[in-house]
């Protein structure tokens, strides 16, 4: 008896316990909680795509920024330099009468003044002399200046296409604007050797208008004194076939 009792108490403890782990094993799905965690899941990524699109924009436009403010690698601006000062050179290098407003009023004073019954003839001839010598010198001038001018074409050339090769492959706004500008200052230096060459020929050209206004004062001068009444001719004798 008692051992059936044992036995039946033993069946009901095994059978508890394989009731037990058969009910701790069991998993339930649940598909409306795995939907929603999915959603989640989805949601979570979306914002952190987000995220990494919005800090590769952020990036391509720092990038943008630093290529707008990088400067341009290439600067004319030493051998624009240099041409305008060899074409002030020329021009301070002017002879006789030069670009000086007391200097020329001197001239004018003195050489291209009005002639006078009190000058003599010797005086008259050097003054004529004078006169010449400063044409001839402001022509020398104004050809030495234009070729300065035609030497500078070279350069002017070289520069403007290597300036606008750099504008065109220009990275940024900064590179651009300052091609931009040199391409101007370019145009400037040449504006400043087409005046240089203007008032290096309108210096000779007003030369020689002085100088002939002048030899015409002469002239009217020298036959007023030969036409003047005086002591009449006298012969002399000549000996002449020796």
């Not at 007391?102 to 010797?122: C, E, K, L, V």
Request: aromatic fraction near 4%.
């Amino acid at each position: 008896m008692n051992r059936r009792r044992l036995i039946a108490a033993v069946s009901i403890l095994a059978l508890s316990l394989v009731s037990a782990n058969t009910a701790h094993a069991l998993i339930v799905f649940d598909p409306s909680n795995y939907a929603q965690n999915v959603l989640t899941a989805a949601r979570e990524l979306q914002q952190i795509n987000n995220q990494i699109t919005s800090l590769q924009n952020q990036t391509q436009m720092l990038i943008n920024q630093a290529k707008n403010l990088a400067s341009l690698p290439y600067s004319a601006l030493q051998q624009l330099q240099s041409s305008i000062q060899r074409t002030q050179q020329l021009l301070s290098q002017a002879q006789r009468v030069a670009y000086d407003v007391q200097q020329i009023d001197r001239a004018f004073a003195t050489s291209y003044a009005p002639m006078t019954g009190g000058q003599s003839n010797a005086a008259l001839i050097i003054g004529a002399q004078t006169r010449w010598q400063n044409s001839l010198a402001a022509l020398q001038d104004a050809l030495r200046v234009q070729a300065g001018v035609v030497g500078n074409l070279d350069i002017h050339r070289t520069q403007s296409t290597a300036l606008v090769t750099s504008s065109q492959s220009a990275s940024g706004a900064l590179q651009a604007t300052q091609a931009g500008n040199q391409i101007l200052a370019l145009q400037a230096q040449q504006l400043a050797d087409l005046t240089a060459t203007v008032a290096a020929q309108s210096r000779a050209q007003a030369l020689e208008s002085a100088q002939r206004a002048a030899a015409q004062d002469q002239g009217r001068e020298q036959l007023r004194r030969f036409l003047a009444p005086g002591q009449g001719y006298q012969s002399s004798s000549v000996r002449m076939f020796h």
